[in-house]
């Protein structure tokens, strides 16, 4: 009987020990597989993957507006409707007109330039009532500040940023003017946010990098503000208006017609414009003699090309830096801030 008891405990040890050995193979299988795969996933980990493009700007629902991926907002200097539209001097800026669409009644608010600057990025002057640098920054909320809040992107280039040290804060340095580049007195807006204008992207796939919105200021003699030094220092100032919008269309051509026409097959736009005209005026000394004109004084030019554009559109609708603000704002939802509230945003022109 003791036989008889042993044979199936000696089969069950065996049963057991088979059973065992299977269990450990298992296990060293699952491990060997482990090992690779973990390897495969750092060999995976470590090639480096293509850029990927800026996630795409959440769009309003219902919108009556078009919901571009990339906005480019050039702006020139101190020139009239007639000094652009039609002139001889400005061959470029006439040819994209037949591309894009063109504003025929468009108006800036002030003289001289700065307050203008001012009411296109924030919807108000914020007090300013000429060139002088603000001593500090503004609280009151930014057309870049609504970007970065609603997690979009926005980026102000600026020709002959100047570097460290003195940064873009400076007041003026060289060609540079901050006083064109309304973004840097704003807290809502970081410094990381002023770019040098050689850091603009010159391919099909630096465009696709672009911020959501991009303001663009070329230096002060590109952007028609002033002659270039070979002109004659006692040269009349109606003779020099010609050679300053020569020069500045020659350098939007240059500059800028690559992104132009890729905005022209994408869903994106640039935008040109003027901050004030070239009318004559008193310079402002104080706040009591600020500036405030209203149509048909102060009539600039306003150019739009792009995917969302119909070329060849010309709008004699009334419109005015505000207007351009609360276009933008409406684009991608953000609320309006200062006169853009009241304004209207453009329209008839888009695809």
């Known amino acids: 009987m003791n036989l008889g008891l042993r044979i199936p405990h000696c089969r069950r040890r065996a049963g057991y020990l088979s059973l065992a050995s299977l269990l450990l193979a298992g296990i060293c299988l699952a491990c060997a597989a482990s090992g690779r795969g973990a390897s495969e996933s750092g060999a995976r980990a470590a090639t480096p993957s293509p850029k990927a493009e800026p996630a795409k700007p959440p769009c309003p629902a219902n919108s009556q507006l078009p919901c571009p991926d990339h906005i480019v907002v050039v702006i020139e200097e101190n020139k009239g409707y007639g000094d652009i539209i039609g002139s001889a001097n400005a061959p470029y800026l006439n040819a994209l007109v037949t591309q894009g669409a063109l504003l025929t009644k468009f108006y800036a608010e002030h003289h001289p330039s700065q307050p203008n600057y001012m009411e296109i990025f924030s919807g108000n002057s914020q007090g ?13 909320p930014s057309l870049g500040g609504s970007l970065i809040n609603q997690h979009l992107t926005f980026t102000g280039y600026a020709e002959d940023l100047p570097p460290p040290p003195s940064g873009p804060s400076v007041c003026e340095q060289g060609d540079y003017a901050r006083r064109h580049c309304p973004w840097i007195d704003f807290k809502d807006v970081p410094n990381s946010a002023s770019v040098d204008f050689a850091s603009f992207p010159k391919t099909a796939a630096g465009f696709a990098q672009l911020p959501t919105v991009a303001f663009v200021i070329p230096n002060l003699i590109d952007d028609m503000h002033s002659a270039p030094s070979t002109t004659p220092h006692n040269a009349p100032a109606s003779s020099q208006i010609p050679i300053e919008v020569k020069d500045g269309d020659t350098w939007l051509k240059n500059n800028l017609d690559a992104y132009a026409q890729w905005a022209k097959t994408h869903n994106s736009l640039l935008v040109i414009t003027w901050d004030e005209d070239s009318s004559t005026y008193t310079y402002p000394t104080k706040p009591s003699q600020k500036i405030n004109t209203k149509p048909p004084q102060n009539h600039i030019t306003t150019i739009l090309v792009g995917g969302v554009v119909k070329a060849g559109k010309t709008s004699s609708q009334q419109y ?7 276009t933008i704002e409406n684009m991608y939802g953000l609320p309006a801030i200062g006169g853009s509230q009241t304004a209207k945003p453009i329209a008839g022109i888009w695809q």
């Open 128 to 140: 300013v009532f000429n060139d002088s640098c603000p001593k500090s920054q503004f609280s009151a």
């Open 320 to 326: 005015n830096h505000y207007s351009l603000l609360r």
